[in-house]
């Protein structure tokens, strides 16, 4: 059995192919357009708990992030005893969680002891730890990397012995 298929038919098909491929091309371009102007809007966003509830002062410090067609840097530009950042209270030995809006292909976590510069990487498990059991300040660094690159956060927890 022989089915002809109408040229107008196959014309149709083509035009239709044709838009959605044209279509996809004006959305590429609006979307890297509109990250470009503002890219901090287009990172992964990161929220860190404490027992359960979530951490409000998480400073993101660095980032480098490929686009479609650039690659957007941003260094840190003080001094960690500099960073806009506030000790949250929280009680030793309690869960820590972090989560992102898009999940990484790898992350570190640091943690300062007493607030200082030496920071001292942690072993975590599905993105989890533990408040510090020792009473003080502690600064945390979290890197966190993705095939279009990566991005660092800091902040601070004040560890009570209770």
Sequence with gaps: ???????????????GALLVALSLVVTVVIKESLDTQDPES???IVTVTYD??????????????SFFTTKEISEPVMAIA??????YDVHSDKDITIDFSSS???LRIW???????DFTELAIENSAFKSPSTAGMYIYRIRAEWGKGYIEYYF???VDKA
């Design 104 to 106: 990484p292909s790898s």
């Design 1 to 15: 059995m022989n089915v002809k298929i109408p040229k107008i038919f196959i014309k149709k098909i083509l035009i």
């Design 52 to 65: 359960g509830a979530p951490i409000p002062d998480v400073y993101r410090a660095a980032y480098e992030w």
């Design 42 to 44: 287009a990172l992964p």
């Design 82 to 87: 500099d960073m806009p950042i506030s000790p």
């Design 156 to 158: 601070m927890l004040d």
């Design 111 to 117: 943690r300062s002891d007493n607030g200082g510069t």
